[in-house]
């Protein structure tokens, strides 16, 4: 996918007759005293420009929380927006990750889906990264079901997962990995699903570690839940940066999804790290002997968590086998499933 993109600007650049703006490029990056557009002429594309936000159109109010990347403010820019500042470590070379941050910045715009937070833009000029997306209304998933507590009927969490599926499936059909899918990148707006942060994963490349908020491993809680075997097995210490996401690992993060709605809560909960990392990477599941679901619904958790990553369904499928349940079944079944302990697990 990152080649066809790459043709896709190029093509659109060396067509393209217009100089750009604060657009980054290679000469901009060692001297960003000029504007680039000096010495660099025609090179970026219109394209490119149109994604390029004016860090002082910008209006920022009031800090809506913090995550590992960066800062998300309430913001207005032509209208309601959110805007997430990346917290940029100035000390670091950003020549690469930049690029590549860049280049999938230019695939977001192809987004337009209803399941999907809608992309804007972005200011690309280092130190000021940021991204803009319309601003979600509802609350998370997370929200809903770690915090309040609230209880998702087998009915409700078929709906809300056919529309993560819908809208994963696109974003995988645009050759877009989320990297990052779980529940705090789930709005729920009046029932409809809205999936943020698609493949923003690698800027934290260009970020500092926010291990403050983690333990030891530098690993933000509620995190490993989501990765897939391969991911654990990849995992080291400070190398997070470097794991291999793939489509499938974006399937197994979804099992988990899967798992948070009809349980309430999160698997291998309240195990450390350690435990968990030695677990996943070794095959071993979360058990599902006290989860009162159907066979169907169990079978797709274990799909989406197969070990071997290329036994694992793509989206499409998952819709299909999602729309295949039976409806008496899922009537009959607990409107809410068991052992919905009330720790809170942040
Ligand atoms: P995380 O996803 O780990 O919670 P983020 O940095 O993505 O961290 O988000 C920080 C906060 O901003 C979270 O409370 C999140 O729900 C909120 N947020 C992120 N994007 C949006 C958005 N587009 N609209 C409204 N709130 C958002
Ligand atoms: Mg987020």
């Given at each position: 996918a990152r080649s066809i993109v790459d043709k896709d600007e190029l093509t659109a650049s060396n067509k393209s007759e217009m100089s750009v703006r604060s657009v980054g490029t290679p000469l901009e990056r060692h001297d960003s005293r000029h504007d680039a557009s000096d010495r660099w002429?025609?090179?970026?594309?219109l394209s490119m420009k149109e994604w390029d936000i004016p860090y002082d159109e910008l209006k920022l109010f009031e800090v809506i929380g913090t995550g590992r990347f960066g800062t998300v403010y309430r913001g207005s820019w032509h209208g309601a927006v959110a805007v997430k500042l990346l917290h940029v470590n100035a000390l670091s070379d950003h020549t690469a990750p930049l690029d590549t941050f860049k280049h999938e910045v230019a695939t977001f715009r192809k987004t337009r889906h209803e399941n999907l937070v809608l992309f804007m833009g972005a200011c690309m000029k280092p130190p000021r990264l940021a991204i803009v997306t319309s601003l979600c209304k509802g609350m998370t998933l997370y929200t809903h079901i770690h915090l309040r507590k609230d209880k998702f009927t087998a009915n409700k969490s078929v709906i809300v997962a056919q529309q993560i599926s819908q809208g994963m499936g696109y974003l995988h059909a645009r050759g877009i990995v989320h990297k990052d899918l779980k529940t705090k990148n789930i709005f729920l707006e009046n029932g409809k699903v809205v999936i943020t942060d698609f493949g923003l994963f690698s800027v934290t490349k260009l970020c500092f570690g926010n291990n403050a908020r983690g333990d030891s491993l530098g690993i933000p809680p509620g995190w490993l839940c989501y990765l897939a075997p391969e991911l654990h097995r990849a995992l080291r210490p400070i190398a997070s940066l470097h794991l291999p996401f793939s489509k499938a690992t974006d399937v197994y993060a979804f099992g988990t999804v899967w798992y948070e709605l009809l349980c309430g809560e999160y698997p291998?909960?309240?195990?450390p790290p350690e435990a968990v990392i030695w677990q996943v990477g070794k095959g071993v599941k979360q058990s599902l002997n006290n989860m009162q679901a159907s066979r169907d619904i169990k079978d797709i958790l274990m799909l989406c968590w197969a070990y071997r990553s290329s036994e694992r369904p793509d989206f499409p499928h998952l819709l299909s086998t999602l729309e295949k349940l039976p409806r008496k079944r899922l009537a009959r079944s607990p409107s809410h499933p068991v052992h919905l302990s009330r720790s809170a697990d942040s």
């Amino acid at each position: 996918a990152r080649s066809i993109v790459d043709k896709d600007e190029l093509t659109a650049s060396n067509k393209s007759e217009m100089s750009v703006r604060s657009v980054g490029t290679p000469l901009e990056r060692h001297d960003s005293r000029h504007d680039a557009s000096d010495r660099w002429p025609r090179q970026n594309s219109l394209s490119m420009k149109e994604w390029d936000i004016p860090y002082d159109e910008l209006k920022l109010f009031e800090v809506i929380g913090t995550g590992r990347f960066g800062t998300v403010y309430r913001g207005s820019w032509h209208g309601a927006v959110a805007v997430k500042l990346l917290h940029v470590n100035a000390l670091s070379d950003h020549t690469a990750p930049l690029d590549t941050f860049k280049h999938e910045v230019a695939t977001f715009r192809k987004t337009r889906h209803e399941n999907l937070v809608l992309f804007m833009g972005a200011c690309m000029k280092p130190p000021r990264l940021a991204i803009v997306t319309s601003l979600c209304k509802g609350m998370t998933l997370y929200t809903h079901i770690h915090l309040r507590k609230d209880k998702f009927t087998a009915n409700k969490s078929v709906i809300v997962a056919q529309q993560i599926s819908q809208g994963m499936g696109y974003l995988h059909a645009r050759g877009i990995v989320h990297k990052d899918l779980k529940t705090k990148n789930i709005f729920l707006e009046n029932g409809k699903v809205v999936i943020t942060d698609f493949g923003l994963f690698s800027v934290t490349k260009l970020c500092f570690g926010n291990n403050a908020r983690g333990d030891s491993l530098g690993i933000p809680p509620g995190w490993l839940c989501y990765l897939a075997p391969e991911l654990h097995r990849a995992l080291r210490p400070i190398a997070s940066l470097h794991l291999p996401f793939s489509k499938a690992t974006d399937v197994y993060a979804f099992g988990t999804v899967w798992y948070e709605l009809l349980c309430g809560e999160y698997p291998f909960k309240g195990q450390p790290p350690e435990a968990v990392i030695w677990q996943v990477g070794k095959g071993v599941k979360q058990s599902l002997n006290n989860m009162q679901a159907s066979r169907d619904i169990k079978d797709i958790l274990m799909l989406c968590w197969a070990y071997r990553s290329s036994e694992r369904p793509d989206f499409p499928h998952l819709l299909s086998t999602l729309e295949k349940l039976p409806r008496k079944r899922l009537a009959r079944s607990p409107s809410h499933p068991v052992h919905l302990s009330r720790s809170a697990d942040s």
